[in-house]
T-cell receptor, first 111, second 115 residues
């Protein structure tokens, strides 16, 4: 059965800290791994990773994929209170197809 | 450019009733997927529509059905509602075909409460 596991499930940090969120997966016909940020309702897209070892960056966020060890990490540096959200990891099978999500990591950044 | 739009935003139904949720995909997208997200959980895939046909289905009973229209918009129908159907229902659109994946864009969701 396809599985996506995120850790930790919950994390509380202070502003300015750096955090690393983990995502491991066991999915047949893997095509891509995606990270989303969910604050209220709609998950908003952060990154899509398809190749190992290529870091993707957007401001203070970065992510990398290891297809051999079947995991990805999402790093957030110099955290801000606005980073407080649930971060979802999802694996896609083929183009435009279904996503299998992990449970998410609830990140709380305190001032 | 309007993103993915869903209606209604909130809905309260009684056990045994039927409900229809609606989704309009992002411009240029032709594929619509529906997800159910229970409180504190990640979204669970219900099904996906492309070219007006159900292409993939998750582990959901036949009470959950859908439709895609020629303009790519979609409906999710749930019959014989159970208390356990209370959740946030998310619609995601993407573009199918070609070599590269396109990421899925999500709507704001419909919060369904069954009482």
């Amino acid at each position: 059965e396809d599985k996506v596991v995120q850790s930790p499930l919950s994390l509380v940090v202070h502003e300015g800290d750096t955090v690393t969120l983990n995502c491991s997966y066991e999915v047949t016909n893997f095509r891509s791994l995606l990270w989303y940020k969910q604050e209220k309702k709609a998950p908003t897209f952060l990154f899509m990773l398809t190749s190992s070892g290529i870091e993707k960056k957007s401001g203070r966020l970065s992510s990398i994929l290891d297809k051999k060890e079947l995991f990805s990490i999402l790093n957030i540096t110099a955290t801000q209170t606005g980073d407080s959200a649930v971060y979802l990891c999802a694996v896609g099978w083929t183009s435009g197809s279904r996503l299998t999500f992990g449970e998410g990591t609830q990140l709380t950044v305190n001032p | 450019d309007a993103g993915v739009t869903q209606s209604p935003t909130h809905l309260i139904k009684t056990r045994g009733q039927q409900v229809t949720l609606r989704c309009s995909p992002k411009s240029g997208h032709d594929t619509v997927s529906w997800y159910q997200q229970a409180l504190g959980q990640g979204p669970q895939f219900i099904f996906q529509y492309y070219e007006e046909e159900e292409r993939q289905r998750g582990n959901f009973p036949d009470r959950f059905s859908g439709h895609q229209f020629p303009n790519y918009s979609s409906e999710l129908n749930v019959n014989a509602l159970l208390l356990g159907d209370s959740a946030l229902y998310l619609c995601a659109s993407s573009r199918t075909g070609g070599i590269m994946n396109t990421e899925a864009f999500f709507g704001q969701g419909t919060r369904l409460t069954v009482v």
